[in-house]
């Protein structure tokens, strides 16, 4: 399977390990990269399903895709971050650096279009990266801003490491789920995979719908 960085925090490592209960005689080998590789990686065969947000434009030639939940892109900083006691922060963005996603970064287009909604058209990242690593110790060690899946920082969050700027933009929230190539013969582990998935989505809405939770699917 392919992961993407939104699916890889939770929703992978619950999956894959139920995954090895249902199926404990079938090796499940997980690739991660640019989405463009994994697609491509799908449609070749390479890879028996994607999971992550939904593909747009080319890359979703030749994929269906399946929903399993919708997630939005956050804005994230530093917990002492001067942002975070401002009463209009869309206003305040263009103040500070910024880290976006690449070019090529499935939540590329979701981002450029909430930067085009708040006079900010074209605007391009002092960093670009999706890549939680490097991004998380960036944005703590400086006055970046960071626009990335919530997914991907969901752990952070939750541990007050880095705090969610509060935009409330639609155009932030988008589609995450199973992509599978359209010609791909059926396949017996690929469906139980795709169950474990389902399965492990359902258990984390169920975690977050608990009180004092954050949700984040």
Known sequence: MGALPTASTDL????????????????????TGPNWLLFNQLRDGTLDLV???????????????????????????????????AS?????????????PPKGAVIFSTVDRYLSSIGLPEMRGDIETVALPAGRKIVQSSNMLWFISRGVVAEEVRLGTLITVDLASPLLSGPVGISVSRFAPLKVERNVLADCLRASTDELVALQMRPGSQRHC
Do not use: K, W
Not at 12 to 31: K, Q, T
Not at 88 to 100: A, C, M, Y
């Open 88 to 100: 209009n922060p869309e206003v305040e963005i263009r103040r500070f650096p910024l880290i976006l």
């Open 51 to 85: 999971v992550g947000r939904m593909p747009e434009g080319e890359t979703s030639s030749g994929v269906t895709f399946q929903q399993l939940y919708i997630e939005d892109v956050v804005l994230v900083c530093r917990p002492d971050h001067p942002i975070i006691a």
């Open 12 to 31: 992978l490592p619950r999956a894959a390990l139920r995954f090895r209960e249902e199926a404990p005689n079938v090796r499940l080998h997980i690739l």
